[in-house]
């Protein structure tokens, strides 16, 4: 259905906020073939165009980053503080493993306080982030030939099968990345409507700043995100707290914290999964945001509106969504980019 070994490599391949060389690097190789022209930004956005029938201008934006960490400090000891390159919830970072990307990358374990020597009251807390550290096994002599304040580090996790699903570290938001590539892969010798740039953008994770810069340059007249959303269908979730659902098909964004989509693209979006009996849902994400928002706010404004990929544990190591709803994106993104050109975009 699709092709998880190409997905499992994007998603172990390290790119944190501000880092994204290798995640670009891989990135370049597999889209310079598919499209007719291919730049990189000054901040590391890769952005890829494929020309259409028409001068009109769409952009799409997946973005390359993952959330990461830094090195802020290294004890006597040798022991690793650091400060979070987007958001953590900090319970998740228990008995996780990680590796520090400095002169050679180094593994490293997250580690706090034993509960058996923990308090009543130090129980009854949640953790914090400065509870915890990062223990690589050497000494700080040892480490410091290979490791530095500033460098970067990532998640460790590799990508599992599980039923219907894939689970790893890293789904937001590298299966964008993949669907985005899969899709100017499927599109390869088929005639789109308008000119679209496929652009990866850098540092979504804090705050946005790939995306503004890459929007405002190419300044396109649709706009169409490719992030995760949250799926809690879980057990102990009420159903208006769902968002979306994994096996629903793909999302159609309505609005989230940063944007409110065009109902043109919406209905644009809806009407054409209909047409070619792609499953959908609509998503509504009361916090949070995504490029959309700066896509949407290019330098004359852009019709944008996002499909999401439903995600469970979003954030964590153990993220997880369904291969068909994967595949569902793939089909409402190659379709939109085709059809564009024949629907009525006036206001009404």
């Not at 490599?9 to 310079?32: D, N």
């Amino acid at each position: 259905m699709i092709n998880i070994n190409l997905l499992s490599e994007i998603c172990k391949t390290p790119g944190a906020p501000g880092f994204e060389q290798k995640i670009r690097a891989q990135v370049l190789e597999i889209v310079t073939p598919l499209c007719d022209e291919v730049r990189v930004d000054a901040m590391g956005n890769v952005i890829a165009l494929k020309k259409g029938k028409e001068s009109k201008k769409v952009m799409c934006a997946a973005h390359m980053d993952e959330i990461s960490f830094i090195v802020s400090h290294i004890d006597d000891e040798g022991f690793i503080r650091f400060q979070p390159l987007g958001g953590f919830d900090p319970k998740t970072l228990t008995a996780q493993r990680v590796i520090i990307h400095g002169k050679k990358d180094v593994m490293g374990a997250m580690g706090g306080k034993p509960i058996h020597i923990m308090t009543p009251e130090e129980k009854s807390k949640g953790p914090k982030m400065e509870d915890y550290s990062i223990d690589t096994g050497m000494s700080k002599e040892e480490l410091e030939k290979w490791v530095s304040v500033g460098d970067p580090i990532t998640r460790e996790r590799e990508l599992i099968e599980m039923g219907d699903c894939v689970n790893a570290k890293s789904i937001d938001n590298r299966v964008s990345v993949f669907i985005l590539l899969e899709t100017l892969r499927e599109l390869k010798d088929t005639e789109i409507a308008y000119d679209f740039y496929a652009v990866f953008t850098v540092q979504e994770e804090v705050g946005l700043r790939g995306a503004y810069p890459s929007a405002h340059a190419i300044n396109p007249d649709f706009g169409i995100n490719l992030d995760t959303t949250i799926a809690y269908d879980t057990p102990g979730s009420q159903a208006h707290e769902a968002v979306t659902r994994l096996g629903n098909g793909t999302a159609i964004k309505v609005l989230d914290g940063r944007t409110i989509c065009d109902y043109r693209m919406v209905k644009f979006m809806k009407e054409t999964a209909d047409k070619h009996k792609i499953k959908w849902q609509a998503e509504i994400l009361p916090r949070g945001g995504t490029d959309t928002a700066a896509i949407q706010r290019a330098a004359d404004g852009s019709i944008a509106g996002g499909i999401s990929i439903p995600t469970r544990n979003l954030h964590q190591v153990i993220e997880m969504c369904n291969k068909a709803d994967v595949k569902a994106c793939i089909d409402l993104m190659k379709a939109c980019l085709i059809e564009m050109g024949d629907y009525d975009w006036s206001f009404k």
